[in-house]
């Protein structure tokens, strides 16, 4: 969302929501659902289940899988990189092994 917030005040100027960042979210959820999406909130995602390359899912904690044409993470990058892509380590992506707290990235070291 902060992000959201960021990217908008860059390319179109300082601008305040009426009701706040909360009144932001919640017309997103509304579009989201009036879309026929669904939002799950306070559920941890144990895994991304992944189709042909893509994410198509997620398996949350308890086992649950829900099944999505689109997958979209609001926690941090770090987090959502420590995630499991089907049990695998996906192609191109390896755990660093300097001082950035075991997070993923692109190459093993900076």
């Not at 100027?13 to 009036?34: L, N, Q």
Request: charged content about 20%; glycine content about 16%; hydrophobic content about 35%.
């Amino acid at each position: 969302m902060y992000t959201l917030v960021s990217h908008l005040a860059k390319a179109f100027g300082v601008h305040y929501a009426m009701g706040g960042v909360d009144a932001e979210a919640r017309a997103m959820v509304r579009v989201i659902e009036s879309q026929g999406g669904c939002i799950l909130q306070e559920s941890e995602v144990s895994e991304v289940l992944l189709s042909r390359g893509r994410a198509s899912g997620l398996r949350i904690a308890g086992g649950t899988q829900v099944r999505a044409d689109i997958v979209v993470s609001n926690a941090d990058a770090g987090h959502t990189h420590d995630t499991p892509l089907d049990n695998e380590t996906p192609a191109g992506r390896r755990r660093s092994s300097g001082g950035h707290g075991g997070r993923w990235g692109c190459s093993s070291g900076i």
